[in-house]
């Protein structure tokens, strides 16, 4: 007979996400198009397929623990050194490790009211206590954030850069800002999971000397790798070490491993994959303004569109693009969630989206 500890008992018993394949098994049929999660629909690059074909034979291996290889490259890419990054199973796995290395019972931990709930699912689960700071014209507020960790004497705060589910995005000079200004005490973790869809790139510059941040980026998004879950950190020398400690050893893959080395390695795939997320994300734009629909600018690979009414006539909505065949999703919380949110995809997709919307509305309003 098992005993669950006191604190596990009293979790609620949901993961954040329900995915598209539970929803499919619901409606008892494939989506058409799947705008839902934030991958990438324009996928991987063929080098990465083809690194990950050829490592397929070898999976009776276990991955190298150290990932070493990738560490190196992506040392060298990122102009810092090997010792300052952790790889992990995507960043949801990093959040993981980390929030069990910093957050006991009781723990503070600032986050935004309605931000990606991972993080706030991992800090739940070790106890701590979550403060919600609400957005702010749909951005995350870094004053009031900055403000809640230092007045709760927090020890970690969350802030993703660009955010999700907005898809907003803060200049590098505030991010630079905020962190000469995160209180002694407290970590701050920018999510950089959207970084490569930036214009410009208008992110700080790393400096992994600075112990009061470390900054989270994944082969999930642009890379098109979401499945083969590969996330890195750059951190502080130490605080990456202590990762070590925590860390599922043989938590990766050595097929993802191979792909992510790959896809490093073809920026000029990550170029191609920037400008179809732009054209993409217009091409969204375009079909809300024609159903007379605003949305937010949006420096991801998403747009959130805004229905014009309140969360359930969002709901609605979105109940009918999914009974059409078109999987998206939507904030969680008010007044995020008057909200619809879409993941970019290739013009086939888009074209699903432009005849499905204006029925989808329709259906909301009957
Ligand atoms: C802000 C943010 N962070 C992290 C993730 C998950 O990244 P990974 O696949 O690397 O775990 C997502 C995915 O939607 C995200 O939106």
Known sequence: MFVLNELTRNLPSHVPFVGPETLERERSAPFV???????????????????????AVKVWRYGDPENHDLRQALAKHLGVKDAEIIIGEGIDGLLGYLTRMIVRPGTKVVTSLGAYPTFSYHVTGYGGELINVPYRDNYEDIEALLEAADHHQASLVYLANPDNPMGTFHQASVISDAIQRVPETCLLIIDEAYFECVPDQNVP?????????????TFSKTYGMAGARVGYAIA???????????????????????GALAALDDQDHISRTQMR????????????????????????NFVAINC???GEFAQRVLQSLSRQG??????F???????????????SDMLVLEQALPKALCDARA
């Open 33 to 55: 198009s799947r705008l839902g999660a934030n991958e990438s629909v324009f996928g991987p690059s063929q080098k990465a397929i083809e690194a990950m074909q050829r490592e």
């Open 205 to 217: 510059p790393l400096n992994p000397d600075d112990q009061r941040v470390i900054r989270m980026r």
């Open 236 to 258: 502080h020398r130490d605080l990456v070490a202590a990762f070590n400690r925590v860390r599922n050893h043989f938590g990766m893959c050595r097929i993802s491993q191979e």
């Open 277 to 300: 997320i732009a054209e993409s994300k217009n091409i969204i734009m375009k079909i809300a303004e024609s159903n007379d629909l605003d949305t937010i600018d949006s420096a991801a």
């Open 308 to 310: 014009g009414r309140d």
């Open 326 to 331: 078109v999987f998206v999703r939507m904030p």
């Open 333 to 347: 919380v008010a007044p995020l969630n008057q909200c619809i949110r879409v993941t970019v995809g290739p013009k």
